[in-house]
Structure formats: C-alpha cells, structure tokens
C-alpha cells in the first residue's frame, strides 16, 4: 500500500527552504561578540523604506540625495536600535558570567544567542528587562531633541525633525 506524499515533504525541501531563510551577512565583531545580519533583512529594510521615502519624497519636495539618504539612514538606524536592545541583554548577562557569542538580526528583530539560562528567576528578569530599558534611554534622547527641534518646511530641517519623530516612534 502506497501512502500520499505531499510534493511539500520532497526530502530535503524544508531543510533548503531553512538554509535558504537563514542564509546571512556577517557584519563584525563587537565587543566580542559576533553580529549577523539576516540577508532577508538585508533586503526587506532598505526596500520597505524606498516604498515609504518615494511616497514622501513627493509630497515633501525631497531631492534625490535626500531620499536615499533616507532609504540607507532609517534601516541602519533600526538594525541599530535593535542592535542596542540586544547589547543591553548580553551586558546584564556579563554580570551573571552568561557568555552570548553571537546576536542575529532579522526582519522581526533580534536574537542574542546566550550560552547558558540565567542562574535564577531574578537574573532572568533584569536580563529580559534590560532591553527593554535602552528604548527608554533612545526616548530619553530622542524625544526632547525632537521637541527642541520644530517642524519646518525647509526641507534639511524637515528631514531632521522627522527622522527623529521615527526613532521615537520605532522606540
């Protein structure tokens, strides 16, 4: 008796489909750990910022310059933040002697790749809250200069002032 194979469960299909999505980009060594960026992110951030800075681009009277500007600043800026996040992990967990070689940023943000659990309930609350907690320091910073700094309709000043809205909207 033959049994019914989905052409989904071909051998190999969900193990290529797996290397491909985890396919990535190294991107350096810092403080000692290694940081990978997904390559699905590598091309989504940048992609999914041109179709947002085209639209604005038009409507605030941005020049070229200006609009790739964009489309290059806010992915970094938001692998950055999430870059942040997951630093303020690693560095609680220093404190506890949890080793984390490696963090990788994807599309849904990221993960620090810690060597060991924490050693108790209390160290695996203030890890986990400790990357939460660089948001507030990114508002902290953020927001007043966001404040100080007023909406305009000359264009430089224009970017400015949005692209600090963003980063208080991201955080």
């Known amino acids: 008796m033959t049994s019914y194979r989905d052409s989904f469960e071909q051998p190999g299909f969900w193990s290529t489909l797996n290397r491909i999505f985890s396919a ?3 991107v350096g060594m810092f403080f000692g750990v290694e940081v990978r960026l997904l390559w699905l992110a590598a091309i989504l951030f940048p992609l999914i910022t041109w179709s947002g800075a ?3 681009a038009g409507s605030v009277g941005w020049t070229g310059a200006s609009t ?3 489309i290059i ?11 942040t996040h997951e630093m303020a992990h690693i560095g609680v967990g220093w404190r506890y002697r949890i080793h984390t070689p490696l963090i990788t940023l994807s599309p849904l943000g990221g ?3 810690m060597e060991a659990a924490a050693p108790n309930p209390k160290a695996e ?3 986990s809250l400790a ?3 660089v948001h507030l320091l990114w508002l902290a ?3 007043p200069l966001s404040r100080w700094i007023e909406w305009s309709t000359d264009p430089a000043h224009f970017f400015v002032w949005l692209y600090l809205r963003v980063l208080v909207d991201i955080n």
């Open 24 to 26: 990535y980009i190294r």
């Open 54 to 56: 085209s639209r604005l």
């Open 68 to 70: 790739l500007a964009w």
């Open 73 to 83: 600043l806010l992915p970094v800026s938001l692998l950055l933040i999430i870059y």
């Open 111 to 113: 993960l620090a790749h």
């Open 125 to 127: 609350m203030v890890i």
């Open 131 to 133: 990357g939460p907690a």
């Open 141 to 143: 910073v953020c927001w």
